[in-house]
Protein backbone atom coordinates (compact mmCIF):
# COMPACT_ATOMS: atom_id res chain seq x y z
CA UNK A 1 0.00 0.00 0.00
CA UNK A 2 1.15 3.44 -0.33
CA UNK A 3 0.96 4.47 3.50
CA UNK A 4 3.59 2.39 4.84
CA UNK A 5 5.44 3.51 7.90
CA UNK A 6 8.46 1.12 7.44
CA UNK A 7 10.93 -0.54 4.33
CA UNK A 8 10.58 -3.70 3.48
CA UNK A 9 14.18 -5.79 3.43
CA UNK A 10 13.47 -7.02 -0.21
CA UNK A 11 12.33 -4.39 -2.01
CA UNK A 12 14.06 -1.60 -0.61
CA UNK A 13 17.30 -2.56 -2.10
CA UNK A 14 15.75 -2.65 -5.12
CA UNK A 15 13.72 0.80 -5.13
CA UNK A 16 16.91 2.66 -4.12
CA UNK A 17 19.07 1.25 -6.80
CA UNK A 18 16.31 1.88 -9.77
CA UNK A 19 14.84 4.98 -8.32
CA UNK A 20 16.14 8.70 -8.90
CA UNK A 21 14.77 9.77 -5.87
CA UNK A 22 10.80 9.70 -4.01
CA UNK A 23 8.65 12.28 -3.26
CA UNK A 24 6.00 12.62 -0.51
CA UNK A 25 2.82 14.50 -1.02
CA UNK A 26 0.35 15.33 2.62
CA UNK A 27 -3.28 13.76 1.79
CA UNK A 28 -4.49 17.12 1.13
CA UNK A 29 -1.99 16.87 -1.93
CA UNK A 30 -3.95 13.53 -2.76
CA UNK A 31 -7.34 15.44 -2.18
CA UNK A 32 -6.09 18.27 -4.92
CA UNK A 33 -4.76 15.63 -7.09
CA UNK A 34 -7.99 13.80 -7.72
CA UNK A 35 -9.89 16.70 -7.70
CA UNK A 36 -7.57 18.03 -10.74
CA UNK A 37 -7.36 14.41 -12.34
CA UNK A 38 -11.59 14.27 -12.41
CA UNK A 39 -11.58 18.30 -13.92
CA UNK A 40 -8.92 17.88 -16.75
CA UNK A 41 -9.07 14.60 -17.61
CA UNK A 42 -12.61 13.65 -16.75
CA UNK A 43 -11.08 9.90 -15.41
CA UNK A 44 -11.79 9.00 -11.67
CA UNK A 45 -8.87 7.85 -9.64
CA UNK A 46 -8.42 6.85 -5.98
CA UNK A 47 -6.09 8.86 -3.76
CA UNK A 48 -3.36 6.15 -4.10
CA UNK A 49 -3.97 6.22 -8.21
CA UNK A 50 -3.31 9.78 -8.03
CA UNK A 51 -0.41 9.79 -6.25
CA UNK A 52 1.79 9.84 -9.14
CA UNK A 53 -0.26 13.32 -10.54
CA UNK A 54 0.27 14.50 -6.89
CA UNK A 55 4.14 14.20 -6.78
CA UNK A 56 4.06 15.71 -10.52
CA UNK A 57 2.63 18.76 -9.24
CA UNK A 58 5.12 18.80 -6.31
CA UNK A 59 7.88 19.06 -8.18
CA UNK A 60 6.18 21.90 -10.82
CA UNK A 61 9.13 23.95 -10.43
CA UNK A 62 11.54 21.15 -10.84
CA UNK A 63 9.79 19.64 -13.69
CA UNK A 64 9.02 22.85 -16.01
CA UNK A 65 9.19 22.78 -19.08
CA UNK A 66 9.92 18.86 -19.56
CA UNK A 67 8.20 16.18 -20.76
CA UNK A 68 6.83 13.81 -18.08
CA UNK A 69 4.36 11.03 -18.05
CA UNK A 70 2.02 9.99 -15.09
CA UNK A 71 0.31 6.69 -14.63
CA UNK A 72 -3.21 6.43 -13.80
CA UNK A 73 -4.11 3.36 -12.25
CA UNK A 74 -7.17 2.82 -8.99
CA UNK A 75 -10.52 3.91 -9.11
CA UNK A 76 -11.49 2.06 -5.99
CA UNK A 77 -12.98 5.19 -4.36
CA UNK A 78 -15.97 5.15 -2.97
CA UNK A 79 -19.03 8.32 -2.65
CA UNK A 80 -18.20 9.42 1.16
CA UNK A 81 -14.64 9.65 0.10
CA UNK A 82 -15.39 11.20 -3.06
CA UNK A 83 -18.12 13.35 -1.97
CA UNK A 84 -15.61 14.29 1.06
CA UNK A 85 -12.95 15.52 -1.47
CA UNK A 86 -15.53 17.68 -3.44
CA UNK A 87 -16.92 18.91 -0.35
Known sequence: ??????????????????????VTVTEAELASAVRLMIEATHNLAEGAGAAGLAGLVALGDRLAGKTVAVILSGSNIDRPTLHAIFG
Open 1 to 22: GLATRSTYDLTWPTLLDGLAGF
